[in-house]
């Protein structure tokens, strides 16, 4: 489970958003409307001219808490490779299989052997799919899955080259690809301690999705890009390496169905409209860097499930928010400046909508219901209601488990269930995640309830709670990339005397 270190001092320099050209107002735009769209936001940072200018966090997140920024993580590995080939340790050239003679076929197709560390960057895969297999050999699948078409042609998104890439980078160095970045790069920058990435199965960093950082730790790592690898006067990464990694070096028009995603791809960066660059990541984890302005924008989130999401957050940026922007200072503007400071100290996740009481939850509060066979082999259910709050009592075949819900409001607590990954995938945490529940009336009969899961692992469920007569009827949607299966569903129990 993620904890906050110890606060940390950040090698950047602070500015108001109005001397550098920033209206504060336009920031309160963008702000609001990702809040009228209901979005579960959790971090918005702004830098620009190389200076933090704004920060703002939904609670329960904070500068100092590590965060998944799931597909975020590729950049790190790219700027990894990048490093490693600066230092002469790898060529981009390299063919894949030079350093996986383990997993090479005898009879491996010459689609498979020419491809390089190169096209793995640029996602120009030989596997026009590509999935995981159900074992725990997720490297070795990439060598024994049929090939399709020759690498470096055409852009195929899979996470299985960046996690080629990082395992070679952690076979060369000996360490962790985290640790090896930490004196080249991360160190150099200022950022936080404690940086770390949940592991494969296989036991490599899984580099493709799994890297636990600060917001802005992320921003850092993205301002140095745009001052194109140079820190403060120290070249951390070679200018060529971060040009061509941040340039459209293959079309993703054809393979991508939005626009965002249409601008082209480097390496594991993609490009934006308005000439940016930008590392993206499940769930509306986004670094998105600016030249033409000379702007950062960091965002953190969880909109797993969301439609149009991340069109909604970029269209904030670009609409509301770029227009604008001044090439000068702007006027100090401090009633402005306080609007924006007081709305932002009371952010937090959305509440679920929905009426405080109802007369069904004094009819129903104690009742036991034994169920039918259901998806979420739920074999009985109790709700109780008191005030503010709800609590619900299952018993699944793993035990009985309580989830607390607040009724116009979010009640933390661990999610009552142990077997989901911890820092290695597959192999079972131990401990429930963090998570954060709340309901709300949305009929005299039914409960409307969510679930955040706030931990390492990103993910959500819905659930409608309906009471007819002696039955009840729940139906649950689970919103996770690999967890929650067993909270999917409908089940119907009828009330025991």
Request: with cysteine; aromatic share 12%.
């Amino acid at each position: 489970m993620s904890t906050n270190d110890s606060i940390h001092k950040y090698n950047i320099t602070e500015a108001t958003l109005e001397s550098t050209g920033i209206p504060s107002g336009a920031v309160m735009k963008v702000i609001r409307e990702l809040e009228d769209k209901r979005l579960p936001m959790h971090s918005l940072l702004i830098l620009r001219h190389g200076e933090l200018v704004h920060e703002s966090y939904w609670k329960p997140f904070c500068r100092e808490r590590k965060h998944r920024l799931y597909s975020v993580s590729k950049s790190f590995v790219s700027l990894a490779i990048g490093i490693m080939a600066d230092e002469g340790r790898i060529s981009l050239n390299d063919p894949v299989v030079k350093y996986f003679p383990e997993y090479v076929p005898a009879d491996a197709d010459e689609f498979l052997t020419r491809a390089t560390i190169r096209d793995m960057l640029m996602m120009t895969d030989c596997h026009m799919e590509f999935n995981y297999s159900d074992g725990n050999e997720w490297l070795k699948a990439w060598f024994d899955e049929p090939v399709s078409h020759p690498a470096g042609a055409v852009f195929s998104y899979a996470t299985i080259c960046t996690n080629l890439c990082c395992t070679i980078v952690e076979k060369l160095s000996g360490m962790d690809f985290i640790d090896y970045l930490y004196p080249r790069m991360l160190d150099p920058v200022g950022a936080s301690k404690g940086i770390k990435c949940i592991k494969m199965p296989d036991g490599y960093s899984f580099g493709g999705s799994g890297v636990l950082a600060t917001p802005l730790d992320l921003a850092l790592v993205a301002q140095l890009c745009m001052n194109k690898g140079n820190w403060q006067g120290n070249q951390l990464i070679s200018e060529g390496f971060i040009l061509e990694a941040t340039a459209a070096q293959v079309d993703t028009s054809v393979a991508c169905d939005v626009i965002d995603e249409q601008q082209g791809y480097g390496y594991q960066f993609w490009r934006t409209r308005y000439n940016g660059f930008a590392c993206y990541g499940m769930g509306s984890q986004y670094a998105i860097c600016l030249p033409d302005h000379d702007m950062v924008i960091v965002i953190t989130a969880d909109t797993q499930g969301y439609t149009n999401a991340g069109y909604i957050i970029h269209e904030a940026i670009f609409t509301m928010l770029l227009p604008s922007l001044s090439d000068e200072p702007l006027p100090d503007d401090p009633s402005a400046q306080k609007v924006l400071s007081d709305y932002t100290s009371s952010l937090g996740l959305p509440l679920v909508q929905g009426e405080l009481f109802s007369k069904t939850a004094d009819r129903v509060s104690g009742t036991k219901y034994h169920f039918r066979d259901n998806p979420m082999n739920i074999k009985s259910v109790r709700f109780e209601f008191s005030g503010d709050e709800a609590v619900m009592t299952y018993e699944k075949p793993n035990g009985v488990h309580k989830l607390c819900f607040g009724i116009g409001k979010l009640i933390e607590q661990s999610f009552p269930e142990t077997h989901y990954s911890g820092m290695q995938i597959r192999t079972p945490a131990g401990y429930g995640y963090e998570c954060r529940a709340g309901a709300g009336w949305v009929k005299e009969n039914c409960l409307r309830a969510k679930v955040y899961i706030t931990d390492d692992y990103f993910g959500s469920f819905d659930m409608n709670v309906v009471f007819i007569g002696d039955e009840v009827t729940v139906i649950m949607k689970k919103i996770a990339e690999d967890f929650l299966h067993d909270y999917q569903g409908t089940a119907t129990g009828k009330r025991i005397d």
